[in-house]
């Protein structure tokens, strides 16, 4: 054993020379606050000072750390909050908060120096950029964290203070915050999937006889479905239980497995081949993954390509003809053209993980998911047992982006090895799954012809996009397109086009970001061809009442109203701004409940809903707090638990339309149960009776839920998809019955101005400023609204410029499946982030508040699309717009 001092105690670690210091710090001294996520040294989750200087510790052999002084996130604040975490408090310099200990590890380093040699200068964001590039945050919180090592440097928050708009976020930059990979119950055994090696085949027999021979194995378990069949690399065979992790992975590796490898086929244009080999024989059509959040419509299938694959596809009779004949008469105004998006891996930092127990026949597991509700109610179904016997806890979650919504293996394997083995499971996915099975934003193509009249008017808009899904269908990518830009005739047709690779998965505005893609930069095309400006151009087409007050926001700005033309620029470093506009649909969860008490003198607000790092516990503690004049931090909200009310889902950004109107209901009868027992009512004009109020009011407790009002329109606020005729109506029916989502009236929107520097000899693209509208109504939780608007505009960059998932086209396998080989954006990549909200649109709303999630991404990869074209006269067709393609677009120029 050897002797090290760890937040000033001593203590000794093992000198096994296998551990590893992150390992020991977490499991065997419980300081969960340093987070695993890639293992590898890529992201700096694990940071830990070392003789106080920061190392990753998921590097470090314990050995090394002999004799050494040790500090973790949670000895920072050992003697009051350091000012870098005061900064990240008051700032919101995070979301999910799982990459925050590393980053304030770093930053508290870089801070103590830097005042050592610097006093209170401000160090420029390149310096920080620079002192914190060894460290990725997927929430893209990375504008405030420059902006809160700055003013921390600079002095601002050496007196102490607590102030933060986000409730949690003490627990987060401390190290308290517990998600379900921290979670260790006495005796937890660590559970392991095992993968199929190969792209397609029928699994003819499982060995589990020399695994369950070996010591510490505690469970064996199948997750072959009834057919045996295994449709890509990764496909789920088994799992194994046992004491530790090594033995785990021991285990996993003895099982025998034989495989009738069958022919497979890779990827979007191999599949796509007449003669292709079948994913799926007619009879196992039901077993493909769902790539969406609504349920899938029926649609036709031949070979691998299914579709039209959604109830929203339409087709206007004069469409084809339109686009033919001016295509015949080489009408110059006729924009055609192909662009393509690569797969984006939705990387979150907490991996996809469950801890389940059986305490006797009753079931508790700890999920990091986005549905703590739903997944009770599909673990229930799946395995007969009442929801009275189920609980799904998730305190806190290390993001999701869409791809934890639903019941997921690791926790079907948690449970069933939990039940196997009469102990507590574990199972967490490493990132090598994370990065390659847990699901991902299709890539797609998308084949475009969009014709405007001499007059300017649009004539007709065609969009065919087929998605690269992997063994998944129902994609909605093209149909997306039907609540923008009207137009004389339209056709929107989607295909999914299934083959031997993992699915993919809901991702943030599922289908939104290529669809935008394609069609904005068409409408780019189209204002260069009609010499109109842009965002006149749209001011034109676009009827949307939202986007039209962003569009005149938009036109306003300095960086727009100074824009050059392509041709006026030259050198080996040019700059451009483009813009480019986006949607989603105002979703909410009908049956969502907030139940508000008084317990004791304190108001208690409590739904089962999760907050993974979309700051739904502040909204609802903003919400309660405005009501009754009191501090958000006075009010306890309990979420993240399936035995509180009834509560949506975060996905479709649909949760704060669905518990605010609740809360604000629940807070009239509350306020109504307070006022008839009270012995005097509040002053009017004054909330500060509410207090004394509270305080004496005795044990209350009243719930909501939002009437069913879809179909109820405040007068002049039209439904988006009745205006979509027919077919519109049948998806939103879809969505409500199948899905449990209803489609509210009105359109939340966004608009976005992004200026670039493009380096024409490396074909490098930096994004200098971003200018983002956003109209979602009022703002529940402001400072949280900016942050999630400024991390969507970051996952948006790394889209258009960065991340691509890269397979193996001969054996299926993953090729991106580490993050030093996925590019996320990190620190340096962060442009200046201008967020503009226009409040406005939502007043029929109860809380004027919908989701901001979606809507804030959908036009970052056009825009910049759009800049790059305005910047060096190439238009961009494929994402994601790396160096190499850039230079082959400018060598093709060239040529030409
Ligand atoms: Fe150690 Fe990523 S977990 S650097
Ligand atoms: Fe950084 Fe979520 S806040 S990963």
Redesign the pocket.
Known sequence: MSAVTINGRPETLPDDPDSLLADVLRDRLGLTGTKLVCGAGVCGACTVLLDGVPVASCLMPVKAAAGRTITTVEGIAATGLHPIQRAFMALDA???????PG?IVEATAFHDNWRKAQGTTTPSREEIGAALSGH??????YDNILRAVAEACSGRFDAETSAAPRVEARDKVTGSAKYTVDIRHEGQLEGLIVRSAVAHGKITSLDFAPSRALPGVMAVISLLGDDKMVRYVGDPVAAVAARDHTTARQAAAAIGITYEELPSVIGLDAARKPDAPLVFERSSRKKAANVSEGSPAPAPWKQNVRGPSAAFSHKTKTVRGEIASAAAANDPLLIKGVFRTAGQSHS??EPHATVARFDGDYLTVHVSTQAVFHVMELIAKRYKLGHDKVRVIADHV??GFGSKGSLGVDTIAAIELARAAKAPVRVALDRHDELSVTGHRPGTEIDIALLPSQAGELKAVSLTAWSDNGAGVNSTIAALARLIYPAEAKALTDFDVVSNLPPGAPFRGPGGPPMAFALEQAVDEAALRLQIDPIKLRQRWDTDPNRRRLYEWAAGLEAWRNVKPASSKSGRYRRGVGVASGYWLYLWQPGSKVELAIKGGRLIASTAIQDI?TGSRTVIANTVAREFGLDPHEVEVRIGDSILPEGPGSGGSRTTASVVPPTLLAIQKLKGVIESNAKRKPLPGSNAPWRELLATSGDISVSATRPEDSRHLAPGVRSPLKEAGFMGAIFGWMLRRFSNLAVGSGVPSSVQVIEVEVDTWLGHVRVLNVHTGIAVGKLAAPALARSQAAGSVIQGIGYALYEGREVDPLRGHILTAGLEDYRIPGIADTPNIDVHFDEAGFDHVLGGSVGIGEVATVPTSPAVANAIRNAIGVRANALPIRPDRLVALLNQRSVA
Do not use: I, P
């Open positions: 995070l979301q999910c908060g799982f990459c925050t980053f990725l945050c997927r929430c893209g919180a979150c930092l290390g993001g790092g």
